[in-house]
Each structure stands twice: as C-alpha cells, then as structure tokens.
C-alpha cells in the first residue's frame, strides 16, 4: 500500500503539468465544501448583502428592459431612486446578471459567489507560480488565501461584495507589479488589467492596493532606475487603467462634482473607527474572531499566523525571500494599523479617512501572508512525500477553518442579531448607510412620510394624476400659472423631464429631489436617460478593451522575452 502511495506521489511530483489539476480539484472540493457548510448567503445574510442583491437586481432589470447600460435602480427608497451603479461598478455583476436573467437573482447570485472563489483560487496560484516557481508554494498560498478568514468574513458576515471581488483580483495586481519590476516587462498589461478589475470591484481596496504597490516600489526602486523603461511601462500600464475604467471613473467624477451625498458628511470615516484596542487584534490573530461587547472584531486567524511564524526556522539569504519577507513587514505594520495605537486622526493619514474601517487593511494581510505561508514551507519541506503530508496537513486545517467560522458566522446572527432582515427606515430600505443619496435628503423616515407625493412649491398647479411605468413617472398637470414641482425622485445628474414633449431644466430641490418647472397644462415624463459623459466615457472603454486585446493578441505571436 505505501509503495503505491510513494509511487502516486512521484508521478504527480514528476509530471509538472498535473500540479495545476490537482490545486483545480482540491480548490473544487474545497469550495463546494464551503458552500454546503455554510449554506446559501441569503439563509443568513450578512450587513450589506442586500445592498449589493438589490443593485444585482437592478442591473438584471436593466438587461430585461433594454436600460442598459444607463438606468437607475428606480425601484429603490420606495420609488425615489438610486444610482448605485454610478458609485459601485457594475461591470464584474454584468455576466452573472445575464444568467440571472434566466434563473433569477439569487440564484445568479450564489454562482457569483462560487465563481469569485475559484477565479480566486486560480489567480493567486498562478501569481505564486509564476513569481516564486514552486507549484507547492502556490498550492499552499492558493488556499490559504482563497479560504481565509477574513474573506469568509467579508462574503458571510459583512456580506461586503466589493471587498470579495477585490480578493479575487489583487493576485493579478501583484503578479504584474512583478514583471513590472523583475519579469517581462512586455507583460505590463496584466498590472493594467488587475488594477482595471480591482477599479471595477471595490475602489477603498484599489486606493490601498495602490499605496501598497507603492510601498513596494520604494523597496525596489533599484531596477526602476537601472531599466528606466520599466518605469515607462508602468506608467503605460496606468494610462491604459484609466481609459478601460473610463466607464467608471468619469461619470463618477461627474456625480461628485454635481452634488454632494451623505458619505460625505456621516461619521463612517476614520479615526471615529479606528478604536480596535491592541488585546483585540492580538485575539484576531489567534481566533480570528472576537465578539465583546455586541461587536466583531476579525483577524486573520491561528493558520495564517502559525504559517508566517516559521520564518524563524529558515536561514540564508535570496531576492525570492527578501520578496516574501517584505510582504510579510508590510502585513505586520498593517495589523498594527489596525489597532488604536495608530495616529489615524493625524495628517497625512487623515487623507485617508474615507477607507471607513481600518480592519479592511486584513484583505492586504491575508494576501502577504498567504504567499509568505506558502514560500515558507516550500523552503522548510522539499522532499516530495514530506510535501504531500503537508498539503494534507494544510487541506484539513482549511476544513476545519470553514467549519468553526461557519460557528462564528451564526453566532453573529443568532447573539448579535441583524438589522438589515427587511427594508424599513432604519436601514433605507435596504441602501443600509444610504452614502450615495443626496447630502441634501432628509432621513429615511421623512421619505417615508412624504411617500409617493408631487408638491407644489408656489401652489399655482394641481397634480390631476400621476403614474410610474417601470423607471418612467408620467404626470398630469393643470398649471394655473409659472410654478415648479418637486418630484418623489432623489437628484442625479442625467434624468430627463419633458413637459408636452418639450424638454424642461432639472434641479435640486431643498430636500434633494428633483425639482422641474411648469408653466403651461400638459403631461409630464421624467426618466434617467444618463449624460453625455457616461456615453461618451462607456465607448471609450469599450474601444480601449478592444485595443488592448489585439495588443495581447499580438504580443503572444512574438518571439518570448529574455532576460
């Protein structure tokens, strides 16, 4: 039996290309596992999965009812509308809401969610790969970052999408920073297209991503001046980002400039949450979790932490290990950052404010040590049946990862109890924060006492009827003389009024409503028909997509780089 098991060994070890089916099955399994433990994400959904369903759904109707690309969640604060997808991109949500077409959006949903997982899984293997050339390496990093803590954290109990896509896509950010720096610098393309991707999930997790590659710039400035078209790559790699992501980017710079929106005036913003104390984080390092005092306080877990603890046992010296031990420095300072022992309320770190929670610097930490784990042990164990065990030993201690989290995920539900089981006032009727309604907006509660009502600011017209037919609010008007109307529509800029087919100014209200003015008897129609930047934004970053993949296209049928 054991000279069968040593044989199987040896012919996997020996035939290199089966390493990446044997990590595909293994991650398979794994995240099937995962699924049937913790069961669907809408049996207990965690504090922005519906944010994120409903923009889904959104997105879907859009599809069904020929709006795309330009709608607004129109259905959304009980019909006064929400521009979601101005301020999280729906380009990630796009092929999943074509299937949720077909089999609805919860469904479309969990395939999302289980799609997210392998890519991820696939991504940082093939990063660890190709950096550190160790199959085993990144067989072991694949999962301990695929099914780490924090990212059952984010999918379960946060039900943060954004931050669980960016999970998916930071390995490809990394892995052309590193032919950016040492590999083929040809290959710039991959860091344009994970920093696009990384855009289009989540822009807090870009922002920090961005600081991060920067740090890692500093360190590795040397080749940077040595090849100064390295540096000229990199910076091509940023131009080509910003015309992909132009579809994004612009019309949000857009939005921002028109008006101002509660985010900017709610107390979500650092230091008011940076108040974790240092014995909590030391917890989370080794539980992972932590609920006092009717909070969860999240870490990385007792795997993680045990796997970057066996740097202690690995002596001399390689650039692949001063690598990993430079992600490893910069994952310790980020927990560090994570406590209140860190000055957040102090300049220049008050510019970052906006990231909300420091805890979302975990997402870099799981990344760093997941590939420090993984190298680590490729240096510690490097005969092949010693190898096996540990993959082994890895698989189990994963299982067991999801299982007791699992126990926490429900903990939270069952102790701690969730606010956002149905739209009500207290969570906007599922926008939770409502950060991207206008600053301008009373509560929630005074939307819902106002209800679907057309006031009259000068009382000079009567509302005979008014209607909505999907995202369309058809009006009737007997307008006694000049007068303006506030309509039961939040303000965006890119809504259409037409008063007897003749198109009329759209403003702000005092309550952040769209306001029209009247001057003549007639029908009125207001719907969001977009502006023109986010057309002229939307082509731009089709024809750059396009440009970009006869550019690959015709890179591969050259010769290969030499270094």
């Not at 990384?198 to 090849?227: D, G, M, N, Q």
């Not at 606010?419 to 301008?440: H, I, Q, W």
Request: one cysteine or more; proline letters at 3%.
């Amino acid at each position: 039996m054991m000279n069968k098991i040593n044989s199987l060994i040896a012919t996997i070890a020996a035939n290199k290309k089966s390493h990446f089916w044997v990590f595909f099955t293994t991650l398979i399994l794994l995240s099937f596992y995962m699924t049937e433990v913790f069961g669907a994400v809408y049996e207990h959904p965690g504090y922005d999965y519906y944010f994120h369903l409903k923009r889904f759904e959104a997105l879907i109707t859009a599809l069904r009812e020929g709006t795309f690309p330009h709608y607004i969640d129109y259905a959304a604060a009980l019909n006064y509308g929400y521009l979601s997808k101005v301020f999280y991109s729906d380009i990630i949500l796009i092929p999943f809401a074509i299937l949720g077409v077909l089999i609805g959006s919860y469904n479309a949903f969990e395939v999302m969610l289980f799609t997210m997982t392998i890519l991820c899984g696939i991504f940082m293997y093939s990063a660890v790969k190709t950096i550190y050339k160790s199959s085993f390496a990144a067989f072991v990093a694949g999962i301990l970052y695929t099914f780490s803590v924090y990212r059952f954290y984010d999918i379960y109990n946060r039900g943060a999408m954004g931050e669980v896509f960016a999970f998916t896509f930071i390995p490809l950010v990394f892995l052309g920073l590193y032919h950016i720096i040492k590999g083929d610098y040809k290959k710039w393309y991959i860091i344009a297209i994970g920093f696009s991707l990384l855009i289009f999930s989540h822009v807090i997790s870009t922002v920090l991503t961005f600081i991060t590659v920067v740090i890692v710039l500093i360190f590795y400035c040397k080749p940077l001046i040595k090849e100064p078209k390295r540096f000229a790559y990199l910076i091509l790699a940023g131009i080509v980002t910003l015309a992909i992501t132009a579809v994004y980017i612009f019309p949000l710079w857009e939005q921002m400039q028109a008006n101002t929106y509660r985010y900017e005036t709610n107390n979500w913003t650092l230091p008011a949450n940076a108040k974790i104390p240092l014995d909590y984080v030391f917890w989370g390092l080794v539980s992972g979790f932590y609920y006092p005092d009717d909070i969860s306080i999240v870490g990385i877990g007792i795997l993680l932490t045990s796997v970057i603890l066996l740097r202690f046992f690995i002596r001399g010296k390689s650039e692949l290990l001063k690598s990993v031990d430079i992600g490893l420095l910069i994952g310790l300072f980020y927990i560090f950052a994570s406590s209140q022992l860190f000055p957040w309320g102090r300049f220049p770190f008050t510019l970052l404010s906006f990231i909300q929670y420091p805890g979302r610097l975990y997402l870099l930490v799981t990344f760093f040590f997941a590939v420090a784990g993984g190298y680590y042990l490729s240096r510690i164990f490097v005969k092949e049946k010693v190898r096996f065990i540990v993959v082994l030993a890895v698989i189990l201690c994963t299982s067991i990862v999801i299982y007791m989290h699992n126990d926490n995920y429900r903990i939270m539900h069952t102790h701690i109890g969730q606010t956002n089981e149905k739209p009500d006032a207290s969570n906007f009727f599922y926008l939770n924060g409502a950060e991207y309604v206008p600053d301008k907006a009373e509560s929630a509660y005074h939307i819902l006492l106002r209800g679907d009502s057309i006031a009259s600011i000068n009382g000079n017209t009567v509302v005979e009827s008014h209607s909505r037919d999907k995202h369309i609010l058809h009006i009737r008007i007997n307008a006694q003389s000049t007068d303006s109307l506030e309509l039961p529509l939040f303000y965006y800029k890119g809504y259409t009024a037409l008063l007897n087919e003749k198109e009329l100014p759209i403003t702000q209200s005092t309550h952040g409503l769209i306001q029209i003015p009247v001057n003549e008897t007639g029908n009125v129609k207001v719907y969001y028909e977009g502006t023109i930047i986010q057309k002229v934004s939307f082509g731009i970053s089709i024809l750059a997509i396009f440009a970009l993949c006869i550019y690959i296209l015709i890179q591969r049928r050259k010769k290969p780089f030499k270094t």
